[in-house]
């Protein structure tokens, strides 16, 4: 997989990374992956210092 830097993209720089070999790549976007996301801009989200309890309570909104 392939990181935008500072997830910044173009139409040619996906095309730059597809021609380069890479099956998927991760932009900016705060969102969750689903079946219809585009493979070459998959959303992040922030994953912070957190003790287990507080990533569980913030991952459930995500799912």
Known sequence: SFSYPHGDYTADTISIVQEAGFTCAC?????????????????????????????????SRWL
């Open 27 to 59: 932009c900016s976007v705060v969102d969750r992956v689903q079946e219809h996301s585009n493979s070459f801009l998959l959303p992040r989200v922030e994953v912070q210092d957190w003790d287990g309890k507080t990533f569980d309570r913030w991952l």
